[in-house]
């Protein structure tokens, strides 16, 4: 099918990000506009036809969640009701996701909510990277294409040539994941012992599992906020004899204190992607690689009724091979 036909458009913090995708197909993207009163109300507008058309709308829920959750619920009633065919949710970092569960009584499942109004607002599709659980694509009825800046992270890992590597867990919930980066790489494995007492985004590190002793450590997450799993398991890998420590995480959702715990960690350098577009984080010791090239392939797969899944096994060149930022 023509790429032509292809519309995709940006929410307020998810502009660059959709542009970048735009660049990489080919296309000019689509005009819009959001503004946002002085009580705090949200108003969204499509400025051009989507009658008929395939539409996708890039919105991370991020760093605003609140605003972008429902900026991004607007969204989806504003394309159906202009008669789009089809309305797919580009959430590159779906923050609500860590609401996965009820781990204690009287508390909401916040993703299962979060996933609910989305298709409750007109989304028929879902695209997003790296959910905190897997498991939570089961929230949707409708379909959802999950991606993995894995491959695109080991890519840039792969070019530091770093010698006597091993990959570090943060804790044992991340330790699936952390094998699958050791895998790639061809690297050992190590795991922390992380204890978290409360909700106040502090964690303590208890141990480490592996042998971590003059080598190089790349200590791998999902994410981090305030920075300090990262910082204290960069100490502990100093205290146990680690040499140069290197830290990844998929989406950069520090703040401007956690960036500042990194500044004045072992940490050597910092690596992640721009799902999130994070101003507070400007620093000589962050990396961030663009995954937009790979979510602009999975919205021409769709587009053109191909598999998705056959791009987890092999990663177009044209994507790892792009300049990175």
Known sequence: MPKEEIKIFGGSTGKSFAQKMCDYIGIDL?????????????????????????????????????????????WMDAFKRASATSVTAIIPYFGYAKGDKKDE???????????????????DRIITMDLHSPQIQGFFKKPVDHLFALPILCDYVKRLNIDDLVVVSPDVGFAKQARNFASTLQVPVAI??????????????LEIIGNVKGKNALVVDDFSISGGTLVDIAM??????????????????????????????????????D???????ISNKTKIVSVAPLFAEAVLRIHNRESVSSLFDTVPHSIINKPLN
Not at 107 to 112: G, K, Q
Not at 250 to 257: A, E, F, G, V
Not at 275 to 281: E, K, L, M, R
Request: glycine share 8%.
């Open 236 to 273: 502990g890998l100093k205290e146990r004899g680690a040499q140069r420590i290197f830290a990844l995480v998929s989406h950069l959702m520090l703040s401007s204190s956690g960036a500042e715990k990194i500044e004045n960690s072992p940490i050597e350098l910092l690596i992640s992607t």
């Open 192 to 205: 922390g012992d992380k204890t978290r007492k409360s909700h106040d985004e502090k964690a303590k590190v």
């Open 30 to 74: 689509g005009k819009s506009e959001v503004f946002k009163f002085s009580d705090g109300n949200i108003f969204v507008k499509i400025c051009e036809t989507v009658r008929d058309k395939d539409v996708y709308l890039v919105q991370p829920i991020g760093l605003n969640p609140n605003d972008e959750f429902t900026e991004l619920l607007f």
């Open 105 to 123: 009584p009287r508390v909401s499942i916040r993703a299962r909510v979060c996933a609910e109004c989305i298709e409750l607002a007109g989304a």
């Open 275 to 281: 799902t999130v577009g994070n101003n507070s984080v």
